[in-house]
């Protein structure tokens, strides 16, 4: 009987996911879930800690709990909806913009910046409804595509370059190699060992190579640890084993937002800030659909994503549940790109991730064991397989569903220099949204000086100016004009 069961919830799985249409299998994706987990838990803590503004803030339990919740249900409403593997959490950046900007800076509430947060994901949940968001995804050329994919590749290898330690940001040069003996040397071998187990396993094609990388790399880390004495370097709770495994959870923070920003800012600040949010939110995402899509082999010949607003629509109801749960804005993962690095294609990852951040809940100090050192490595493979995406020759790869495989064409100065402001800003500002506003822009102002404006699709006119608004606005905070 326990056999027929489990036959028959297979075959009900298949019939909602279609593993073997999408050329992947229960396990497989079910890897695939574990591998984008374990390389996006670092929120689960670190989001605590911005919101925590140093114990001044938002109290650290009740914020984890507030992240898994809506990481995990969320993350499974996009796999449900969608059938893609795209995870959703808290996004980095904006949770800095909401402890940084608008409580410390303006001196808002932290219920007043939620507030904030629930009215850019309602502007932005609107946007889908009415069609807007896709039209302007299906507005982007397909080279400004490309670049963007190439871009989130460079923006994810560079992230693991970061927190592997591999490379100084704070040197006498903008970006350099660190040197040896200048940062705490076992984190940095716990990045070594687990790129190098990393790239054995994928020269092998060992299917889960990246998260026994990971693996590899953690248990190495936790032993060195202990042979330090639990003072090799790494960030206090990791790298070590747990003194407990349970932790409850707290709700506390659900449903404590309002909208004292208007009184506080004035109408016009207010919604200024409302729209610099959606700005980033908006853009963001869309440069992951397509970096992640293209790496899944979701985009069809034009570049385009089928049945995009599915995907737009769970994200922008992240945004409004982030700032309803105190959370802040929720999004689409970059980091999603480790579960389809190791073949992970449909919905039911996604649901593996959600279902893992319910259950960090409760056993967060689990979660917590894994250094960010251990996941660098995946990070940097990550990107490399999704800048590969774009020079895979014909039946390359086992499922390409119409990816986009020619080169950008560079010597093309209206798609070849905003490709490289793409590529490059992307990475080097830690922003996907600045990176897309720079080609945007650049791409319109070329065409216009080639008196080809006429050929710009009048929503990328539209994007490149509200980019503009979108630049000038700290400089207009500084000057306090707004």
Request: with cysteine; proline share 4%; glycine share 12%.
């Amino acid at each position: 009987m326990a056999a027929v069961a489990a036959t028959t919830g297979g075959n009900a799985l298949e019939r909602f996911f279609k593993f073997q249409q999408w050329g992947t299998s229960l396990k497989r994706d079910t890897l695939a879930g574990l591998t984008t987990f374990i390389v996006m838990a670092y929120i689960i803590f670190v989001n605590p800690n911005i919101l925590g503004l140093g114990g001044e803030g938002l109290p650290f339990a009740a914020a984890l709990t507030s992240t898994c919740l809506v990481a995990g249900v969320m993350t499974i409403l996009m796999g449900l909806v969608t059938n893609r593997a795209f995870a959703i959490a808290p996004g980095m950046g904006l949770n800095a913009v909401v402890a940084f900007s608008l409580v410390l800076g303006q001196g808002l509430s932290f219920e007043s910046a939620m507030g904030l947060i629930v009215l850019e994901g309602v502007a932005i949940t609107i946007l889908v409804i009415t069609g807007f968001r896709e039209a302007i995804f299906h507005s982007i050329p397909l080279e400004l595509k490309k670049a963007i994919v190439v871009g989130i590749g460079f923006f994810i290898l560079f992230i693991g370059l970061v927190d592997g330690g591999l490379i100084n940001v704070d040197g006498g040069t903008p970006v350099g190699l660190v040197e040896v003996g200048s940062v705490p040397m076992v984190p940095l071998a716990v990045t070594v060992v687990g790129l190098l187990a990393t790239i054995v396993m994928l020269a092998l094609r060992w299917r889960a190579a990246i998260l026994l990388g990971i693996i590899v790399a953690t248990v190495f880390g936790v032993v060195m640890n202990y042979i330090w004495d639990k003072d090799a370097g790494f960030l206090p709770g990791t790298a070590v084993i747990p003194d407990k495994v349970f932790a409850s959870p707290d709700f506390s923070l659900v449903g404590q937002f309002d909208l004292g920003a208007f009184s506080k800012l004035g109408v016009a600040a207010a919604l200024l800030w409302v729209f610099s949010l959606m700005l980033s939110d908006f853009f963001d995402t869309m440069g992951t659909l397509v970096g992640v899509g293209g790496q899944a082999g979701y985009l069809d010949e034009k570049g385009d994503l089928p049945e995009v607003n599915r995907p737009l629509l769970v994200d922008s109801l992240a945004a409004v549940a982030g700032g309803a749960a105190s959370a802040s804005s929720a999004t689409t993962y970059i980091e999603s790109g480790a579960g389809v690095g190791v073949g992970g294609r449909t919905g039911w990852v996604a649901v593996v991730v959600g279902v893992l951040f319910l259950l960090a809940m409760f056993f967060s100090p689990i979660a917590a064991i894994v250094p960010s050192e251990a996941t660098a490595a995946a990070l940097i493979v990550v990107g490399y397989l999704m800048m590969a995406t774009l020079t895979k020759a014909e039946g390359e790869a086992e499922h390409e569903r119409g990816e986009a495989k020619a080169s950008i064409n560079f010597a093309d100065l209206a798609f070849g220099l905003p490709a490289v402001l793409i590529m490059t800003i992307m990475p080097l500002t830690y922003s996907i949204t600045n990176g897309i506003g720079a080609g945007f822009i650049a791409y319109v102002l070329i065409r216009v000086v080639q008196g080809r404006g006429r050929e710009v699709n009048w929503l990328l006119w539209v994007s490149a100016l509200a980019f503009v608004l979108y630049f000038i606005f700290p400089y207009l905070e500084a000057k306090g004009l707004i």
